[in-house]
């Protein structure tokens, strides 16, 4: 293949790229549009909800976790929001073939658009709720120092987890619509396993050993450590979270190519 050649499939590619981002950015402004059409606050809400939430937790379960805990609503509000990434991001792309029927049938977009999205959507959502969080951060008193910069590279690691998980959820729900519950009640037990509102020292070992494998916890762990308590995450949740999102990524991607190919005769 002759230079030219190769030098005329980038362009192609990178025209390609850029012309599938603008469909992202039009169905995701799309979306977020039709969510606040009802909605007086609108995109407020994506601001209130993480501290609603944050102030509900804390205002249970101080009194039994806050004397182990220094800065207790930073440290409820760091996993809140990062748990509803999580929550966001993937149970959005469980329905992000069912519910673009229509689109899928009618156009040539291709299905992983659809995911991307999606995961966008809760990006853009999750980047609103961080607006509560530095207020929290300032009205406790919270310190942030030079680790705080590590903490984006979390939230970019768990993006890649997020798209991974959301693509076999997508797929599994196309042909087993049952999983949508199974869903809600995998999350829910996602969500007390990790370490909302105390610290992983308050389990038995046996528990913590299990917390230490769940995305969403290393995730919170790693934010806390960056933005809470300035320091740099433990080499091993660097591991983890990093071969969760290759592992992940790749093993959705295959199951996603391969589960789709007949996903227009079931939807």
């Not at 230079?3 to 590619?13: E, L, S």
């Not at 991307?116 to 207020?135: N, R, T």
């Amino acid at each position: 293949m002759s230079q030219g050649q190769k030098k005329d499939k980038n362009d192609i590619r990178k025209t390609d790229i850029k012309q599938y981002w603008f469909i992202v950015r039009q169905m995701a402004s799309r979306e977020i549009k039709r969510g606040n059409t009802s909605k007086i606050l609108g995109q407020m809400w994506n601001i209130l909800m993480p501290f609603i939430s944050m102030l509900i937790m804390a205002i249970l379960f101080a009194t039994v976790f806050n004397r182990d805990i220094k800065g207790f609503m930073p440290y409820v509000y760091t996993g809140t929001i990062i748990f509803g990434l999580y929550n966001s991001g993937m149970g959005s792309a469980l329905h992000a073939l069912v519910n673009n029927k229509n689109l899928l049938i009618k156009t040539k977009i291709p299905t992983n658009v659809f995911i991307i999205e999606k995961v966008y959507v809760a990006m853009i959502h999750f980047l609103f709720s961080l607006v509560g969080y530095v207020v929290i951060l300032i009205i406790t008193g919270t310190r942030v120092g030079p680790a705080v910069a590590l903490a984006p590279l979390g939230i970019i690691i768990s993006i890649f987890v997020i798209i991974g998980i959301g693509k076999i959820l997508a797929v599994i729900n196309v042909y087993f619509a049952d999983i949508q519950y199974f869903y809600k009640v995998i999350m829910r037990l996602v969500f007390y396993g990790s370490g909302m509102f105390f610290d992983v020292g308050h389990v038995s070992p046996a528990m913590a050993k299990v917390m230490g494998f769940n995305p969403v916890y290393l995730t919170i762990h790693f934010e806390r450590q960056c933005i809470l308590y300035n320091q740099i995450p433990d080499p091993m949740i660097w591991v983890k979270l990093i071969v969760y999102a290759v592992v992940l990524y790749i093993l959705g991607s295959i199951i996603f190519n391969r589960g789709t190919q007949n996903v227009l005769a079931k939807i």
